[in-house]
């Protein structure tokens, strides 16, 4: 795990370097550096993308060994770096979420998706029970670090609480069962109209 830490670390310190570089005016003192840091990135690129097809190549083994590979903590940041990744966005947030669901269950808590759209994620917590304010902040970390790990290449993620309302329109089953009065005279009515004919 410390090796895997360290190796994150590494990516994103690597990944703020190239920014710097990137967003540096030019001149004839960083031209140099951008020219092999980007010949660098393609030829590291390349070869990689060469080595995943090879083993892609060798049948079910292969695409075993790659989602594999995916999983791992190392080698996922080095593919996504590259754009590499095996897995889309969706894919990669759902079993991150995945991951998370055991100590969320800890918390009394769950998350629901509630859209993933040209890298934009958008999630719902729900605490139930009686929770303090910081289950919320302890439960809104701990998926935030689940998602970011599983998927850093992210646009946006948001975060809702149990108290926010969702842009989706959508209405779950349980918050419809939450209301079981309400909803029984709507049952009644098409009960009626099917029997009418």
Known sequence: MVKSEAFK??????????????????DRNNGPARELIQLLMEVHGTAIEQLLE???DSGPSGEAILLKAGDDAIVRHLLLLYSLHPEDLETRTLKALDSAAPRLRKHNSEVEVVSIR????????????????????????LVEECVYDGAPDLVSLQILGPDDETSSGFV????????????????DQVAEVVGAE
């Open 172 to 187: 779950s089953l349980d918050s419809l069962l939450k209301h079981p009065v309400s909803a029984r005279p709507i049952v």
């Open 118 to 141: 040209e890298g934009a994620i958008q999630l719902k917590i729900h605490i139930s029970g009686h929770a303090c304010g910081s289950t919320a902040k302890t439960v809104n970390s």
């Open 9 to 26: 670390e590494k990516i994103q310190k690597l990944g703020i370097l190239v920014g710097e570089l990137e967003s540096a005016p030019s």
């Open 54 to 56: 090879i083993v892609f």
